[in-house]
């Protein structure tokens, strides 16, 4: 990947982080105008992005946006359906498959659990001991032989 297509990535990036809190979260992910933007395809800007990050434009949202619903449900002061729609999700089942498959358990059942968990840890601190991990970087287990 060339290095002007590696900037147009990270100013995507920006771009794409900078619309979703602007909106609330409430915008869905456009990648046909931040395309037009910088002045490619939406394919290929696709494309170089998955190649520079690891995941597509949408996948990156919709990790950033169940990291804010992880900090939100920590507070445990809203409930699951609440924090579905305060980080942009207009859907109760995509936003809780989605966000069992990044974080390996149902919203409700984080919520229950993580709210005592990082009492009386910095912000910051918890964010990082918290920060789901996708299923491909998951530690890969071979079955256990006696």
């Known amino acids: ?8 990535c990270e100013h995507f990036i920006e771009i794409v982080e900078e619309l979703d809190l602007d909106s609330g979260g409430a915008q869905p992910l456009d990648v046909d105008a931040l395309a037009r ?28 946006r169940i990291e804010r619903a992880m900090a939100l449900l920590r507070r ?3 409930s699951v359906t609440e924090v579905c729609f305060a980080v942009g999700c207009a859907s109760l089942g995509t936003f809780s ?48 032989l006696a």
Do not use: W
Request: contains cysteine; glycine residues 10%; hydrophobic residues 30%.
């Open 76 to 78: 445990g002061d809203l």
């Open 37 to 64: 933007g910088v002045n490619m395809s939406a394919g290929h800007l696709s494309r170089e992005f998955k190649l520079a990050y690891g995941e597509s434009p949408y996948s990156y949202l919709m990790t950033r």
């Open 97 to 144: 498959t989605r966000f069992t498959e990044l974080v390996g358990m149902p919203p409700s059942t984080y919520r229950s659990q993580a709210a005592g968990a990082t009492a009386g840890m910095p912000p910051c601190v918890a964010k990082q001991v918290t920060r789901p991990i996708r299923n491909r970087e998951a530690p890969v287990t071979g079955p256990q």
């Open 1 to 8: 990947m060339q290095s002007q297509e590696i900037s147009l």
